[in-house]
């Protein structure tokens, strides 16, 4: 099975302007991140729209391609990359594994897990899931919690606290069930990333603002694996600053 991980990077961000390019111990973040997944995986390809990013991922001895401006998610991105990717590479790929740009502290493990879950023939979609420590993330909104089954497959994502303890009061919660939030990686079977892109948004996705909803609406097998690593998302520059105080960089 040949896999191939491709890391979307856009200039216009909104809260963090130039993202890609922000300087970390000398390097731009975007290199930070392709040299973590040049551990993992073999091939590796920035996706961006902007020839600024190009240039730097160029100027490192990266591989890039330039996609369209027009893309409303990292998702849409990747599908176009790859398309030109094999188009002009005469490769034929049968995992994508989409790797966010502004996660500098990636860790190679990680990527191998995503490919682990491969080893599954079911699995169309693979992405990770991290055990909660601390009780105040179960209901905290803007972290994304994630039932699965017995084989860790995917039942369902959600900003609210699941599983609801009925009964139990929410400190006790932790110490009765096993909580686990999203850590947004994903990787693709290239059939599957043709398909979900044609999706129209469903009525799942639109009330909680969760992408993969519309794959478990429309009945795709997503398999998850547990990490231990947190994700660290630089999205702004007071994000930046934070992670140089807590001496990570």
Request: proline letters at 4%; a negative charge; glycine letters at 4%.
């Given at each position: ?222 398999q998850t694996d547990i990490t231990k690593h947190e994700s660290i998302g630089i999205d702004t520059p007071e994000d930046l600053e934070r992670v140089k105080q807590l001496g990570l960089l």
């Amino acid at each position: 099975m040949k896999f191939i991980g491709i890391i979307p990077a856009r200039y216009a961000s909104t809260r963090f302007p130039g993202k890609p390019l922000a300087d970390i111990d000398g390097k731009p973040m975007i290199q930070r991140v392709y040299e973590q997944v040049k551990i993992a995986l073999d091939d590796v390809v920035v996706a961006t729209d902007d020839s600024r990013i190009a240039e730097a991922v160029k100027a490192f001895g990266g591989e890039v391609v330039m996609t369209s401006s027009e893309h409303q998610s990292g998702t849409d991105r990747i599908a176009e990359a790859i398309e030109k990717i094999e188009a002009e590479n005469s490769e034929n790929y049968q995992v994508i594994i989409n790797i966010q740009g502004d996660e500098p502290f990636i860790q190679p493990e990680q990527i191998l897990a995503l490919k682990d879950c491969f080893k599954t023939p079911s699995t169309q979609i693979a992405t990770l899931i991290k055990a909660i420590e601390n009780s105040e993330e179960i209901f905290d909104m803007n972290k994304v919690k994630v039932v699965v089954s017995k084989s860790l497959r995917a039942l369902y994502f959600s900003r609210s606290p699941i599983p609801f303890l009925r009964g139990s009061e929410k400190e006790d919660w932790m110490k009765k069930q096993t909580y686990y939030k999203h850590i947004g990686m994903y990787a693709y079977r290239r059939d599957t990333l043709n398909e979900i892109t044609k999706l129209p948004q469903s009525s799942l996705e639109i009330a909680e603002s969760l992408e993969q909803l519309r794959w478990l609406e429309n009945e795709y097998v997503i398999q998850t694996d547990i990490t231990k690593h947190e994700s660290i998302g630089i999205d702004t520059p007071e994000d930046l600053e934070r992670v140089k105080q807590l001496g990570l960089l």
